[in-house]
T-cell receptor, first 115, second 115 residues
Framework: DAGVIQSPRHEVTEMGQEVTLRCKPI?????LFWYRQTMMRGLELLIY????????DSGMPEDRFSAKMPNASFSTLKIQPSEPRDSAVYFC?????????????FGPGTRLTVT | AQSVTQPDIHITVSEGASLELRCNYS??????LFWYVQSPGQGLQLLLK??????LVQGIKGFEAEFKRSQSSFNLRKPSVHWSDAAEYFC?????????????FGKGTKLSVIP
């Protein structure tokens, strides 16, 4: 049974470039979460979707960040333009709200380095 | 607003010794409680969860946790640590019942194991 899939696993880009991170949630899950993890700030929730609809994007740092979920099996997180302070590990997680016990299942993460 | 405190940033134990990682939460009602583990370069993996009922819950990899309502705590324990347990451990809380699925994570406790 495939878990949450993220791509790429590593991304190195120059300041000012556009970065797109991709996530495929577990089949049948209807909630999807994007997190950012840094040494300084720990694990931060950026945005979460329920049934493909953004529910809470209050964690998105600024307008340079955007996220979409065009269907139940795919989501993207885009940073445009990227800045060195965006360097972090970005995790996608999914869960099911259709039953009690909505533990989140995490992908392996994308390590982003902006130079 | 809910919050999670993991008072120990870093703990070092000898292999074979017992382990207890502390977690305290602040919440208006009894939340759903989770412990996750993150191995280096990996995503977060669910160790165990508490929703209701028996306050001592068993998880994977020989871990257990005890919910103590009077102390607002959910400490993680293992009777005998293995070198492979070296990782970072995160406590998380979420609102009880269905309807909202956001988790609040603690800052994490890094566990080092001495052979």
């Amino acid at each position: 049974d495939a878990g949450v899939i993220q791509s790429p696993r590593h991304e190195v880009t120059e300041m000012g470039q556009e970065v797109t991170l991709r996530c495929k949630p577990i089949s049948g899950h209807n909630s999807l979460f994007w997190y950012r993890q840094t040494m300084m700030r720990g694990l931060e929730l950026l945005i979460y979707f329920n049934n493909n609809v953004p529910i809470d994007d209050s964690g998105m740092p600024e307008d340079r960040f955007s996220a979409k979920m065009p269907n139940a099996s795919f989501s993207t997180l885009k940073i445009q333009p990227s800045e060195p302070r965006d360097s972090a590990v970005y995790f996608c997680a999914s869960s099911s709200t259709k039953r009690t016990g909505y533990e989140q299942y995490f992908g392996p993460g994308t390590r982003l380095t902006v130079t | 607003a809910q919050s999670v405190t993991q008072p120990d940033i870093h703990i070092t134990v000898s292999e074979g010794a017992s382990l207890e990682l502390r977690c305290n939460y602040s919440y208006g009602a009894t939340p759903y409680l989770f412990w996750y583990v993150q191995s280096p370069g990996q995503g977060l993996q669910l160790l165990l969860k508490y929703f209701s009922g028996d306050t001592l819950v068993q998880g994977i990899k020989g871990f257990e946790a005890e919910f103590k309502r009077s102390q607002s705590s959910f400490n993680l324990r293992k009777p005998s640590v293995h070198w492979s347990d070296a990782a970072e451990y995160f406590c998380a809380v979420g609102p009880p019942g269905a309807g909202s699925y956001q988790l609040t994570f603690g800052k994490g406790t890094k566990l080092s194991v001495i052979p």
